[in-house]
């Protein structure tokens, strides 16, 4: 196995209150094989037969941190509350911004920190990526403006009607890319397009080990059954 040191990408998962867990942890599940730790460390999780199932160290790691307005736990949707690892008034440039959905995943449910947050790193991120209607919190931001996305298909045409005419919101799509901006559908389509990410940045053989340990079985981009459930298309 290859010992050539991966270029380390710091990762901000924006937290608020009432977000829905699954829309970040579905992505993070899969990142979390890329944290720095994990590739140096090779614990016992990513050996068969001692052996780590990369065949080369991946090119990149993904150095996660938790971001809230405060370091106070953060309440959610379901599930046990969040404790925050830093601060959106950090002064710090993170390379991949992550934003979920959630009960308050809108521009009026979110505080405020989280709206100057996104205008200010999003400009010099690499990747900033959305799950369910964290694509409406992004949108609210004017940085989707000319763009193509994608949000939850439960909300999908109030999204589309209170956000800015310039935004091409696509019905049928697990998830869409549109140059460094990704946006998934609803909660577990975070997932896929975070396997679709992982293929993008460190390519399949990779991304398939990871999938092959966690077990997934993961849909294409337009693989999207719920644009027909909720009569988008």
């Known amino acids: 196995m290859s010992t050539t040191n991966p270029e380390i990408w710091s990762v901000a998962v924006c937290l608020y209150d009432r977000l829905t867990p699954l829309d970040f942890q579905g992505p993070v599940g ?8 994990v590739i140096a460390n090779k614990p016992e999780v990513l050996e068969q037969e001692g052996s780590s ?8 790691a993904l150095d996660l941190h938790y971001l809230s307005v405060s370091l106070d736990p953060v309440v959610t949707d ?7 690892t830093d601060l959106y008034s950090a002064e710090k440039q ?3 911004l992550l934003v979920p959905g959630g009960s308050n995943g809108n521009p009026q449910g979110v505080p405020k920190e989280l709206l100057e947050f996104l205008k200010k790193q999003a400009p010099k991120a690499k990747y900033v990526l959305t799950v369910c209607t964290g694509s409406w919190i992004l949108a609210a931001t004017g940085l989707l403006d000319g763009k193509r996305a994608t949000t ?6 109030m999204v589309k009607e209170t956000t800015s005419k310039s935004i091409e919101w696509v019905p049928k799509a697990r998830w869409v890319v549109d140059g460094n901006y990704w946006t998934s559908s609803g909660v577990t389509a975070g997932a ?11 390519g399949e053989e990779t991304a398939k080990q ?12 337009g693989d999207d059954e719920f644009a027909d459930f909720y009569g988008l298309v």
Request: no cysteine; proline share 9%.
């Open 30 to 37: 899969l990142f979390g094989f890329l944290a720095p730790e």
């Open 53 to 60: 199932p990369f065949k080369s160290v991946p090119k990149v």
């Open 78 to 84: 379901s599930g046990p509350k969040l404790v925050p």
């Open 94 to 96: 993170y390379d991949v």
């Open 152 to 157: 939850n298909k439960f909300t999908f045409n």
């Open 192 to 202: 896929d397009m975070a396997n679709a990410f992982l293929q993008h940045i460190v």
């Open 210 to 221: 990871i999938r092959g340990i966690i077990e997934l079985s993961s849909r294409e981009e």
